[in-house]
């Protein structure tokens, strides 16, 4: 059975930075699967914020996130890592890493519990 567990969340001032990082366990080659992150603020749907390809050979931003938020994987060690900069109130989310076949199709595997991000002053 699939894992995941997500950590990295913390309460940051607008204009600071986090990295949250997503590690798996029971994925057989996570080489082969494209890794993404999502997020669900209070009252919202859960959205997709970032996917990465296998190999790392594309990666996708929601546009709210584009040129301040960066996705990276490290196969070795089965995990997804969110760099997140020049953060803003409306990044407030919990936020979860999961695998999916594309950027609108449903996730494979069951949610970890996620990490909440919060940024205020």
């Known amino acids: 059975q699939v894992q995941v567990v997500e950590s990295g969340g913390d309460l940051v001032q607008p204009g600071g930075s986090l990295r949250l990082s997503c590690a798996t366990s029971?994925?057989?080659?996570?080489?082969?699967?494209?890794m993404s992150w999502y997020r669900q603020a209070p009252g919202k749907e859960r959205e997709l914020v970032a996917r990465?390809?296998?190999?790392?050979?594309?990666?996708l931003y929601v546009d709210s996130v584009k040129g301040r938020f960066t996705i990276s994987r490290d196969d070795g060690k089965s995990t997804v890592y969110l760099q997140m900069n020049s953060m803003k109130p409306e990044d407030t989310a919990v936020y979860y890493c999961?695998?999916?076949?594309?950027?609108?199709?449903?996730?494979?595997?069951?949610w970890g519990q996620g990490t909440q991000v919060t940024v205020s002053s």
């Open positions: 029971g994925v057989v080659t996570f080489s082969d699967y494209s």
């Open positions: 990465i390809t296998v190999a790392s050979a594309s990666a």
């Open positions: 999961n695998s999916a076949p594309s950027a609108t199709a449903r996730a494979r595997w069951e």
